[in-house]
C-alpha cells in the first residue's frame, strides 16, 4: 500500500482500496488509499476509459464518501488511536491536540490561520479540534464529489448511437453504444445509480443543491426518464 503512494500508482491504489473495503476489516486502510486514488481530482479532470473502467472508478468515488462519512460519525475522533494514526496526530494533557507539520490536518489549520506553520507542530485544544477535523473532512470530500458531477456530464460511453441507427455512423471514432441491450441497459442504468448516489452525498454535506448540482440534477432526471421508458418498451 505504502508503495503504491509513494509512486502514485492510482490503479494499484484502486485495486487495493476497493479489495480492503469489500473485505470489512480495515476500513481505514481502505480510505488511504481511496483518497490518494483521487487525490488529484478536480473539475477539469476527464472521466475517461472502457464502460468497466468508469463503472469501477465511479462505484471506487462511491465507496470513498461512505468511508469519509464513516470517519465523520465519530463522537470523539480524538479518543481514537486508529484514526490518531491515519492523520498523525497526538493528544496531551489538558486536553490539547498535537497536529504535526507537514500532515493535512495541520495544513487545513494553517490556512484557516492564514499564517505559515510548517516549520512547527499546532497546539489546539479539542474543543477547536473537532470543528477542525469536521470541517476538513468534509471540504476535502465536497470538492471530490463537486467535481466528478461537473466532469461526469461530459461521459458519453454509455450514450445509445443515433446516427448509427441511420447507417451514418463511422465506429472508428465513435465512443457511444451501437449495441442496445439489455446488458448495455444495465451498465447505463448503474452509472446513473451511482451519480444519484454521489449527488445525494454531496447535499448531505452541503443541505443545499448549487447550480452546477442542480444541473447534475436535471441531467440525472432526464436520463433515468429516458431509461424508465427504454425499459418499459424493451420488457
Known amino acids: 500500500m505504502f508503495s503504491a503512494i509513494y509512486e502514485s500508482d492510482v490503479a494499484q491504489l484502486m485495486t487495493l482500496g476497493r479489495t480492503i473495503y469489500s473485505q470489512d ?7 488511504l488509499c481511496l483518497d490518494h486514488t483521487f487525490r488529484n481530482m478536480d473539475r477539469q479532470t476527464p472521466i475517461t476509459g472502457s464502460e468497466r473502467q468508469i463503472l469501477n472508478r465511479t462505484r471506487a468515488l462511491c465507496e470513498y464518501a461512505e468511508l469519509v462519512q464513516l470517519v465523520l460519525s465519530v463522537l470523539e475522533p480524538w479518543t481514537k488511536e486508529n484514526i490518531q494514526k491515519l492523520f498523525s496526530f497526538t493528544v496531551h494533557s489538558g486536553d490539547r491536540v498535537c497536529l504535526r507539520r507537514g500532515t493535512y490536518l495541520h495544513g487545513f489549520f494553517e490556512r484557516s490561520r492564514r499564517q505559515d506553520l510548517l516549520n512547527q507542530d499546532s497546539m489546539i485544544e479539542v474543543r477547536f479540534f473537532y470543528n477542525l477535523y469536521r470541517n476538513s473532512l468534509q471540504q476535502r470530500l465536497r470538492e471530490r464529489l463537486d467535481a466528478y458531477c461537473n466532469t461526469s456530464l461530459s461521459v458519453r460511453v454509455f450514450d445509445p448511437c443515433e446516427a448509427f441507427a441511420f447507417a451514418r455512423c463511422d465506429r472508428t471514432e465513435c465512443q457511444r453504444q451501437h449495441n442496445l441491450d439489455h446488458a448495455w441497459f444495465d451498465r447505463r442504468l448503474q452509472f446513473h445509480m451511482f451519480q444519484i448516489s454521489i449527488l445525494d452525498s454531496l447535499r448531505a454535506l452541503t443541505g ?13 432526471f432526464e436520463r433515468m426518464s429516458s431509461l424508465t421508458l427504454y425499459s418499459e418498451a424493451s420488457g
Open 25 to 31: 476489516d480495515n476500513k481505514l486502510a481502505a480510505l
Open 208 to 220: 443545499s443543491v448549487g447550480p452546477r448540482q442542480y444541473r447534475f440534477d436535471l441531467f440525472l
